[in-house]
């Protein structure tokens, strides 16, 4: 189905997704593995991927890292928009399978790593980020990383629908969408998201 703020791409999505959660959170935890964040197009993730596909040029012929990927949704618009390379990156284990999926009903062919790519540079011209400002450990984690990528020279991009540990004095307003989301997931229909530059 099309994520309906990027008609544009095609995703392997859920459709019975408060059951689908549920059924999978229960599961996976006896195992050991995160929730199923893959399986949903989330607000910051389509705000990134419209202003991708709105604005090419952020990403034409640039190596991207699109972190925290998920679906691969942001990864794919990388893509389309005319990256040289683009890795998606997640250390759950499905977003392979996810990713890879998904850029094969749409013509392109990110490339993958599930490894944590916090702390690490791989001379990424720019990062993209969406939804990652959730838990205040792990955003401390992220402001301090994308620091030290933006001093080298790094563009960041992030997409946030109002996460709780956004740091907004680091960011510069690019953009703001209404994005029609999952009510079982999310504590609205619409959520106005935007895409920030981390300086």
């Not at 450990?137 to 080298?152: H, I, K, M, T, Y």
């Not at 079982?184 to 935007?194: F, I």
């Amino acid at each position: 189905m099309a994520p309906p703020h990027v008609p544009e791409i095609r995703l392997y999505l859920a459709d019975e997704a408060h059951e689908l959660w549920e059924k999978t959170e229960e599961e996976l935890a006896e195992i050991g593995l995160p929730p199923p964040f893959w399986a949903f197009a989330w607000a910051g993730g389509q705000g990134l991927a419209r202003y991708i596909m709105d604005n090419p040029q952020t990403v034409r012929g640039k190596r991207v890292l699109d972190f925290a990927s998920g679906s691969g949704m942001v990864a794919i618009a990388a893509a389309m928009a005319g990256a040289r390379e683009v890795i998606a990156a997640d250390i759950d284990p499905f977003c392979e399978a996810a990713v890879t999926l998904n850029g094969e009903a749409n013509g392109v062919s990110p490339g993958f790593t599930g490894t944590d790519t916090i702390g690490t540079d791989d001379g990424w011209d720019i990062v993209l980020a969406g939804d990652v400002f959730y838990q205040k450990d792990f955003a401390e984690r992220l402001v301090g990383w994308f620091s030290n990528l933006r001093r080298r020279g790094t563009d960041i991009l992030v997409g946030d629908p109002g996460r709780s540990y956004l740091p907004k004095e680091r960011l510069a307003e690019l953009a703001v969408y209404q994005v029609p989301v999952t009510r079982a997931l999310e504590d609205a229909e619409v959520k106005r998201t935007t895409v920030w530059r981390f300086g």
